[in-house]
């Protein structure tokens, strides 16, 4: 059962059907991506709790797969502890990695994982106050509740402050009532660095990394990833070390995209996510197994290889438009483009910055990868739907 059906959760979906794993796709509203793959579907509320126990007492599912942010993480703890079924990769780790100040605490005051300064507030004064104390400015303000970018303010000047409080309530909801205010570093680049826990031939859980993936956000939207992202030996291997010490920390198995910050041999904690990461869809277009089959193979028990077979390049293919029912123009140019392929999502509802689907591209390097796929990408365009 997956909990959460976007994009990444429709992959994981049709991963595990290669391998003949009935599956259910759940989800707050109808036809969402992964509803339309999966052997059955079910629209419930994911932060209620008490909707969701009744449903996978329903189901009784072998594997519970959460596959979003939003799931009321605390009843993930009570499904596992009351023997109803297995979460991947525990309910642990996915209520500490979706919560900002359980992973902080983690991270940086258990683990001793190296992070940029941050402090926690309650409401707007707090907020004030700790920026005052030592955060400083420039500064990141993010809702305490992880939701893939949304709510993310860069403040400049206490000029900027209200308005990022403000904007990171009205970006998470009734789920959350406080932030993280986290000190802005100028580093050079950042990554997801793609982890992978799964048993290996001796029947002990390994730990296989993915080659590094540079991503782009702009204005906490993801907007373009490439792989691999060239760091020196010395990042790289920091980065190994502190992301195989945080998941075996977090335990279970599967993928975790973890988020690290990088300037010259330095390395930075950021955060993780247990479950594929928005980055890692360019290794649909890169490696032998993608991060989708990865998880799959991992809680499911089968091995697997992070083997990179080509460079190349995803890029986000944005609503631009706010309409129900919309239909895409470009498809033939973008696909003429050499090295390029296509993953729509099959979200009917457009929005603005909604991601739709992306472009994969390949090249002899990441330069060329680059500009093949954002070339390609801008050429597909979602317009509303209109019958003659």
Known sequence: MLLGCGELGKEVIMALQRFGVETIAVDGYLHAPGHQVAHRSHVVDLSNADALYELVAQERPHFLVPESEAIATELLVEIEQDGLTKVIPTARA??????????????????????????????????????NRGVGYP?????????????HSEVKGPEDVKAAWNYAMDSSGDNCSSVIVEEFIKFDYEITLLTVRAFGAAGEIETHFCE???????????????QPQRMT????????????????????????????????????F???????????????????QNQF?????AL??????????????????FGGVDADNVVFEGIDEAL?????????????????KRRMGVMLATGQNIIEARQRATFAANLVRPVPFEEE
């Open 94 to 131: 996915a209520s500490v990695s979706m919560n900002r100040e359980a992973l902080r605490q983690l991270a940086a005051e258990e683990l001793d994982l190296p992070t940029v300064r941050y402090a926690f507030a309650k409401s707007y004064n707090e907020l004030q106050m700790q920026i």
């Open 139 to 151: 500064c990141l303000v993010k809702p305490m509740i992880a939701i893939s970018g949304k709510g």
């Open 212 to 226: 590094p993936i540079g991503y782009l956000k702009k204005q906490g939207h993801y907007v373009e990833s490439w």
């Open 233 to 268: 030996p010395a990042s790289l291997h920091y980065a190994r070390e502190l992301a195989k010490k945080l998941t075996e920390s977090l335990g279970g198995v599967g993928v975790f995209g973890v988020e690290l910050l990088v300037k010259g041999d330095k390395v930075w």
């Open 270 to 288: 950021n955060e993780v996510c247990p479950y594929p990461h928005y980055a890692g869809m360019v290794t649909m277009a890169t490696q032998a």
């Open 293 to 297: 089959e990865l998880h799959a193979r």
């Open 300 to 317: 499911l028990g089968l091995s697997v290889s992070t083997v990179l077979r080509e460079q190349g390049t995803c890029a986000t293919i």
């Open 336 to 352: 003429q483009v050499a090295g390029t392929d296509l993953r729509l999502f099959g979200k009917l509802h457009a929005q603005e």
